[in-house]
C-alpha cells in the first residue's frame, strides 16, 4: 500500500529536549516536504527536499533542521524545541515536484511544555 | 495580500443543497490550483485540481476557476453528512523555483 508514514503520531516533551519525528514514503516520490499547521494559519510549508541531499526552506524554517540521506526517509529535526513549535506537522511527498499531487502523512502532534 | 485566501468559515449548509467554497489568489500565482479535504484530526487529502478557465467535473464535485476575477471556487451537490471537513485550496507560485502555498481552509458542517 503506497504510504507516507510518520512517527511519532503523538509527542509531548519539555523546551531544550532535542527531537527527531520521522518520515518515510514508499512510493520512490522524489519530493518530499514538512508542513506545521496551526488553527487560523492553514499549512505552512517548513522545509522541502527536491532530491536526496537537495534539502531547501520553506516560509518557516527557523527552530528546524532536515536531512534526506535516503531518497524514503525525510526526518525533521528541533535541536532545542520552544513552546512555539507546538504544533500539528505533516510530511507530505509527491513524485516528481510540488506541484505533483501531494501524499500527506497521519500528522504529528507535538506539544513542547 | 496573501497568496490565497479563504473564508475561514464555518459555513453551514443543509444536507442535500449545494455547498459553494471560495478561494481568491494573488498576482504570484501561477496556473495550476488544487482542492484537499481533511477530516478533523486527519490528514489533508487531494479531492479535485484545476489548470485551466472554467469548470471541472468530478462525480459531486466541481472545481471552477476565473483567471480574470482570480477565484477558485468548489462546490459540492447533494451534500452529505460525509461531506463535512474543512477545505483547503491551494496553487503553485513561482518564486524562484515552484512553491506550493495553502489557505488557511473553510470549515464545512452538512447538517442532517
Known amino acids: 500500500e503506497a504510504q507516507v508514514t510518520q512517527n511519532p503520531r503523538y509527542l509531548i516533551t519539555v523546551t531544550g529536549k532535542k527531537l527527531t519525528v520521522t518520515c518515510s514514503q514508499n512510493?520512490?516520490?522524489?519530493?518530499m516536504s514538512w508542513y506545521r499547521q496551526d488553527p487560523g494559519l492553514g499549512l505552512r510549508q517548513i522545509y522541502y527536499?527536491?532530491?536526496?541531499?537537495?534539502?531547501d526552506k520553506g516560509d518557516v524554517p527557523e527552530g528546524y533542521k532536515v536531512s534526506r540521506k535516503e531518497k524514503r526517509n525525510f526526518p525533521l529535526i528541533l535541536e532545542s524545541p520552544s513552546p512555539n513549535q507546538t504544533s500539528l506537522y505533516f510530511c507530505?511527498?509527491?513524485?516528481?515536484?510540488?506541484?505533483?499531487?501531494?501524499?500527506f502523512g497521519a500528522g504529528t502532534r507535538l506539544s513542547v511544555l | 495580500q496573501k497568496e490565497v485566501e479563504q473564508n475561514s468559515g464555518p459555513l453551514s449548509v443543509p444536507e442535500g443543497a449545494i455547498a459553494s467554497l471560495n478561494c481568491t489568489y494573488s498576482?504570484?500565482?501561477?496556473?495550476?490550483f488544487f482542492w484537499y479535504r481533511q477530516y478533523s484530526g486527519k490528514s489533508p487529502e487531494l479531492i479535485m485540481s484545476?489548470?485551466?478557465?472554467g469548470d471541472k467535473e468530478d462525480g459531486r464535485f466541481t472545481a471552477q476557476l476565473n483567471k480574470a476575477s482570480q477565484y477558485v471556487s468548489l462546490l459540492i451537490r447533494d451534500s452529505q453528512p460525509s461531506d463535512s471537513a474543512t477545505y483547503l485550496c491551494?496553487?503553485?507560485?513561482?518564486?524562484?523555483?515552484?512553491?506550493?502555498?495553502f489557505g488557511q481552509g473553510t470549515r464545512l458542517t452538512i447538517n442532517p
Open positions: 512510493m520512490n516520490h522524489e519530493y
Open positions: 527536499s527536491m532530491n536526496v541531499e537537495v534539502t
Open positions: 484545476i489548470y485551466s478557465n
Open positions: 507530505a511527498s509527491s513524485l516528481a515536484f510540488e506541484g505533483d499531487i501531494q501524499y
Open positions: 498576482d504570484r500565482v501561477s496556473q495550476s
Open positions: 491551494a496553487a503553485i507560485i513561482i518564486q524562484g523555483a515552484q512553491k506550493l502555498v
